[in-house]
């Protein structure tokens, strides 16, 4: 074999080894993609497996918290049923045996006694979201709270009204400036008593603007609204917020003594009742900078607003209530 031959021989056998491993190549990458694409087919089974297996255990689990809650429902109503039949039976002996003041001291214990409401509690008479009938009026949620307790089937009718009949001598009822709502509120049936509000209200709130009391045009209403106090069957508590529209307002002696003369007489006469003002009062900001200037009012921390509440009674003249506003607020003079 010449020299040529050998070198085109062995050029061939170059490019026959060359095909062949390139084919062994191309089947191994062949193979291995095949065996991802089974892998891949297999982990998709899998998770269809796993998700049918969630959902399966998803509706069981919404099947027991379903079963779960008929079960609490009807224990509720189980144990419903035996309180109401006890407390059936309680309320009747407490109607049997009990005297009407230890039956009250039993309706205080639910609702409350009545300075915790004068202070800490209000139910607020509002008007309605639909405001076409003007003289239309509700009681605010908290009511809602003791009429569940009311429940004719659970107390009886007697206990029930009692009840009722507390809960309204009891709770303070605040106007705001919706004074125009004093006198539908007392007229109108005390709900579950078959008796009107102006027999067992003790407790009333009201605001009143301090710029409608020297205004001619607002004090003719203002003192029809007020005047539907008086139908009260019996003395009660009132107590008024005076608001100023002003922002910052230097109370002084003088401005005092006129709100009360303005405002007192707009009351109707009211005897034996408890007259209670509440003030917020504004030391004056000058003070603290300027020391020589004189503080309105004296005493009092200048720059902060305090509030000021001011007991007296219907009988009270405006130089007495002056002269317990102006000890209320020597009481809480900085030394």
């Keep these: 074999m010449t020299r040529l031959s050998r070198r085109r021989f062995h050029s061939l056998h170059t490019v026959e080894h060359v095909l062949t491993h390139d084919c062994s190549l191309e089947q191994r ?4 993609h095949r065996t991802r694409r089974i892998r891949i087919q297999n982990l998709l089974a899998e998770e269809r497996r796993i998700r049918e297996e969630l959902s399966s255990i998803h509706q069981r689990k919404i099947s027991l918290e379903e079963a779960l809650e008929r079960n609490k429902d009807q224990r509720l109503d ?39 409401h004068n202070n800490h509690h209000t139910v607020t008479v509002q008007a309605p979201n639909n405001r076409s009938i003007p003289e239309k009026f509700m ?30 001598k009891t709770s303070t009822f605040d106007f705001g400036t919706s004074l125009h709502l004093i006198k539908p509120f007392l007229k109108a049936d005390a709900t579950d008593t078959g008796r009107p509000a102006l027999d067992l209200v003790r407790q009333l709130e009201i605001t009143v603007d301090c710029d409608d009391v020297s205004k001619p045009e607002k004090t003719k ?17 009132l107590r008024i917020t005076l608001h ?48 020589n200037t004189a503080d309105t009012p004296q005493g009092l921390v200048p720059g902060y607003v305090t509030t000021l509440l001011i007991r007296g009674n219907a009988e009270f003249s405006p130089s007495q209530w002056l002269g317990a506003y102006k000890q209320v607020r020597e009481n809480l003079a900085v030394p």
């Design 221 to 237: 209403t203002l003192i029809g609204a007020l005047g539907g106090f008086a139908l009260l069957a019996r003395p009660a508590r």
């Design 29 to 32: 990458l062949n193979e291995c």
């Design 78 to 116: 189980e144990v419903i049923a035996i309180e109401r039949s006890e407390c059936q039976s309680l309320c009747k002996a407490m109607q049997q045996y009990l005297p009407r003041e230890l039956r009250d001291m039993v309706y205080e214990h639910v609702v409350g006694p009545a300075g915790w």
């Design 244 to 291: 100023d529209t002003v922002a910052v307002t230097f109370y002084n002696t003088e401005r005092m003594r006129l709100l009360f003369q303005e405002f007192i007489r707009l009351l109707p006469s009211l005897p034996g009742w408890i007259i209670e003002f509440v003030v917020e009062i504004v030391g004056n900001y000058q003070r603290y900078v300027h020391p």
């Design 139 to 168: 009681l605010a949620r908290t009511y809602t709270d003791v009429a569940s307790i009311m429940s004719s089937d659970t107390l009886g009718n007697e206990t029930r009204q009692e009840l009722a009949e507390f809960w309204y």
